[in-house]
């Protein structure tokens, strides 16, 4: 592969990542099942249900600390994804 095409490659690649990353989602639930979090491609929280039990704990810190883990659950399970998609669309290495 000659340098002109490896870099059309790249180029290729990068528009395809930045027009795919509106589509990627994460997911996660708490395992509790009271809070389901979606994080998009670019780590932003599109959605957080919560299920009324939560109310019933009682704890602010623990319903606190329950949010904060099934979002950055999600985020995980999006950047997994952006990385699939980036291991995809960029080419190997031209040598």
């Known amino acids: 592969m000659d340098d002109h095409a490896y870099w059309q490659g790249i180029a290729d690649?990068?528009?395809?990542?930045?027009?795919?990353?509106?589509?990627?989602?994460?997911?996660?639930?708490?395992?509790?099942?009271?809070v389901h979090a979606t994080v998009g491609g670019r780590g932003e929280l599109l959605a957080l249900d919560l299920d009324p039990?939560?109310?019933?704990?009682?704890?602010?810190?623990?319903?606190?600390?329950?949010?904060?883990e099934a979002v950055r659950a999600a985020g995980v399970a999006a950047a997994g994804r952006v990385g699939?998609?980036?291991?995809?669309?960029l080419p190997g290495d031209p040598a």
């Open 53 to 68: 039990r939560i109310y019933r704990l009682g704890d602010s810190r623990a319903v606190a600390h329950t949010i904060t």
């Open 84 to 89: 699939e998609l980036t291991t995809r669309l």
């Open 13 to 34: 690649g990068l528009r395809a990542l930045r027009d795919g990353l509106p589509d990627i989602r994460g997911e996660a639930g708490s395992p509790d099942g009271l």
